[in-house]
Each structure stands twice: as C-alpha cells, then as structure tokens.
C-alpha cells in the first residue's frame, strides 16, 4: 500500500511539473497592423460626453496565435500613444477563439477625450490637417489556455503604426 501511494505522488508530481513545463512555453499572440485596413481617426465634435470634443480611433489589427495548440484570446488592457503622447486608455474583455497558428483581423476602438488639450492639441492640428500621426499602443494581453492556464502577457508593446497615412 505504501508503494502504491508512493507511486501515485511521484505521478502526480511529475504529471504537474510537466503540465508547468509546457504551460511556460506558451507564447502571446502576436499584433501587428492590418496591412489591408488602415487605421482609423475620426474627430469628434463636443458634446455633453466631451466638453471640448474629441476622437475616436479604430486599429484595425492583425492577431496570430504562434502556438500548436488553440487559445482563447480574453483581454486587452493598454494605454494608447499617438506621437509619444498618452492620449486614451483601454480596457477590453475580448473572448476571441484562436486556432492553433490561426491569424484574424480585429478593430480595436478607442476614444479619445480632448479635455487636456493642451497636451494634444499638436496631434489634433495634424489631424485636422489630414497628416500621418504615430501611435503606439502598449499593455497587457491575457488568453486563456483551456487547462494550460489563464496566462497574461505583458507589459510590452502590442500593436504600432501610422493613423492617416
């Protein structure tokens, strides 16, 4: 009997330590700009939302799973740059099913409030002006694995480009 329970935790111990093993080799799903949809702005004129008016930005965005098995890609959390300028936050619960080495375009939208429009107001001269604008959107990203987890990735830039080029 002694054997036996023996057994059974040096399986369990070698069962888990290989589950640990393969659950650290997962990889986060790669972004990258759509190459066939540009970004997207829009200005947006005040209203009761947004006194001094505002923006609204759609990154079309290539996502991959570089994995031999599927994902579900599950959250987005990132803070948006245009031209090195903190200009919105995100925060998405996705729910997106990825196959293994699957690859799929999804908008990612974002609004942005001009009440610090001193800090902005370069990007919304461009803008208005119809001239490319660099962003950069950098965060966290979190898939869930079935029964390799729950992992989150980050932080680390997630997707950049060019808005109106």
């Not at 001239?131 to 987890?149: F, K, S």
Request: glycine residues 10%.
């Amino acid at each position: 009997m002694k054997a036996l329970v023996l057994w059974i935790a040096t399986a369990v111990t070698i069962g888990c330590a290989s589950l640990g093993q393969f659950a650290a080799v997962v990889q986060p799903p790669r972004f990258e700009e759509a190459d066939d949809r540009p970004a997207e702005l829009r200005l947006v004129p005040p209203s009761a939302g947004r006194l001094l008016g505002g923006a609204d930005i759609r990154l079309w965005t290539s996502v991959t799973n570089p994995n031999a098995f599927g994902f579900t890609l599950s959250s987005l959390e990132g803070t948006l740059f245009l031209e090195d300028t903190h200009a919105a936050t995100a925060d998405f619960p996705l729910g997106l099913p990825l196959g293994a080495g699957a690859t799929t375009v999804i908008p990612i939208d974002l609004s942005i409030d001009f009440t610090n429009l001193p800090r902005l107001a370069d990007i919304v001269r461009r803008a208005a002006a119809r001239q490319p604008i660099g962003y950069r959107l950098e965060g966290t990203v979190g898939i869930d694995a079935g029964r390799l987890g729950t992992p989150v990735f980050g932080p680390m830039t997630i997707v950049r480009g060019t808005v109106g080029r």
